[in-house]
């Protein structure tokens, strides 16, 4: 199945979730260069407060944040900008957020063939959103997620 046929397979509200993903992940990308991590970050999280969301049965939330997740995906993959871990991770943070779902940014490193390397996933209620499941068997991550100044858990 073509891309076109797949784009128009999505609904309304899916289409809406891809096109603020192609336009947020090369956004996050030049924020990221000019303001850093944490202020970016903060800036994310005060234009998505944490806001009571209805309560909804948290593997409904897990299927609704993989879902999500797929669309920020494809965004990275197939739009103009091919985003790293660290910009596909804060985006779907972000969108999660605004969608009334706390996702936890979340970081990891390892050592491999002598070489340091960092990698950037999204957690709800420690199940994996935007990574395989294995990811923190892979990465050590650090022992809390990753917050925006001033929030805290």
């Not at 970016?40 to 407060?49: C, T």
């Not at 299927?63 to 779907?92: K, M, W």
């Amino acid at each position: 199945m073509s891309r076109w046929a797949r784009l128009w397979q999505l609904t309304w509200a899916e289409r809406g979730l891809l096109a603020q993903a192609l336009l947020l992940l090369p956004l996050t990308a030049v924020a990221l260069r000019l303001m850093g991590f944490q202020r970016w970050q903060a800036v994310l999280g005060r234009l998505a407060p944490i806001r009571s969301a209805p309560e909804t049965n948290h593997v409904t939330r897990i299927v609704e944040g993989r879902a999500t997740a797929r669309l920020v995906d494809a965004a990275a993959r197939h739009g103009p900008y091919r985003a790293t871990c660290l910009p596909r991770s804060l985006a779907l943070w972000w969108l999660l957020r605004r969608r009334g779902i706390e996702g936890d940014l979340r970081i990891g490193v390892r050592k491999e063939a002598g070489q340091f390397q960092a990698h950037a996933w999204v957690e709800y209620r420690g199940a994996v959103l935007n990574d395989r499941v294995n990811v923190s068997e892979r990465y050590a991550a650090f022992d809390r997620a990753i917050l925006p100044i001033g929030e805290s858990i």
